[in-house]
């Protein structure tokens, strides 16, 4: 049975013995002469008496991610998972065989801690053909295991424990685990549907004097939101007024729709020596698998993000980082067709969740699109979700898990409609389902 296990046991070396759980730990040390020394120890922290939950307090309420739940129960049910937003279809051929080159060509060691030296470059480049921004690519950039790893490597880098983070909910989910983990304290403000606009008393009254930073994302997840140069304006003067850095999660940065323009903050006015930019690979060329994101901003934010950095993953994507830098160099049409695309896939999936007889928030960029479940009758999204598989065979998201404010977001649900066509087709065939039951059908 399982147990403690015995090393160098007395009876003889090469042996190993299995004891009851809790045996008390014995040893003696080579150095008293004696000719091997004896351990006993139990098998892991749970085992051990009065131990109590091995997990740190500052992580107790962050288990097993919404993502992993809904998708496990798609894949149980047979239902279609609008729920996890990454794509069906592979990014750029040139990319693929560009990785697949730095395979065949050795590139599959630990690359430089800081990134190859032709991504770093294509970073800087791809700033200054799209932004104008002029950035070092030594000095100013760091390669990172995908955008999640950036914000993890600034957060931990820049906050000490009792400093304020700032941002918007709903938000990413691993915002509010990264800010938990530096011991730091999150500081929201509510973004409502259905237009999403910022509250400007809600953003003034989350800024205090232990406001360290505050933590955008625009374009927008999970509302699809492109926030818009009064809001990012109004952002900016509270950053100066409190002295504060400005962290910005722009990885939709070309995901956007009907017209709209995304505004880096470290091109306004001023913004440049305070902001510090990430983004990855992975939205923009279909590729979320090979985590290959980065930031920049000032060499000494930098410097200090990539100081915690090298102890979490060291360094990530060796091949696929010559690749990634291929990529960013591509034309503009490839740019502009992967935003063509999913702009006809979220008219889609928005027409079908409106016909279904919910009321939809348009977005104007990323993955993503809000629907609220309570023209059906729903009341609490998180229950609603996890029944859609028998309602209608479609998995989609409840947007509470992303807030601190569950009222604001009780009956809104995420859906992603970066899917192949043939998929969301047959989506919204099912979600037709919904708009099908009689009204005096309760919903959960």
Known sequence: MPGVCERTPPEELGTVVVLPRHTTVSRRANSTGLPRANLWCAHGTASLPDMGNPLVTRMHGFGTTIFAEMSELASSTGAINLGQGFPDTDGPRVMLDAAIDAISSGRNQYPPGAGVPELRTAIAE??????????????????????????????????????????????????????????AVRRTSVLRFPDFAVDEASLRAAFSARTRLILLNTPHNPTGKVFSRAELDLICSLAREHDTWVVTDEVYEHLVFDGSVHLPVATLPGMADRTITISSAGKTFSATGWKVGWLHGPADAVA????????????????????????????????????????????????????????????????????????????????????????????GVPVSVFCDDKEAARTLVRFAFCKRDEVLNEAV???????????SAPHP
């Open 126 to 183: 791809h700033q200054r053909r799209f932004y104008g921004l002029s950035v070092d690519p030594d000095r100013e950039v760091l390669v990172t295991a995908g955008a999640t790893e950036a914000i993890a490597a600034v957060i931990l880098g820049l906050c000490e424990p009792g400093d304020e983070v700032v941002t918007f909910e709903p938000y990413y989910d691993s915002y509010a685990a990264t800010i938990a983990l530096a011991g």
């Open 304 to 395: 200090a993000a990539r100081t915690v950095k090298q102890f979490l993953t060291y360094v990530a994507s060796g091949p696929f980082q010559p690749a990634v830098a291929l990529a960013l160099g591509l034309g503009d049409e490839v740019y502009q067709g992967v935003a063509s695309s999913l702009q006809a896939k979220r008219d889609r999936l928005c027409d079908g969740l409106s016909a279904a007889g919910l009321e939809v928030a348009r977005p104007t960029a990323t993955y993503f699109v809000i629907a609220d479940a309570a023209p059906l009758g729903v009341s609490d999204a998180l229950d609603f979700c996890r029944q859609m598989p028998r309602l209608c065979g479609v998995v």
């Open 429 to 439: 065939a099912r979600l037709a389902a919904l708009a099908a039951r009689p009204a």
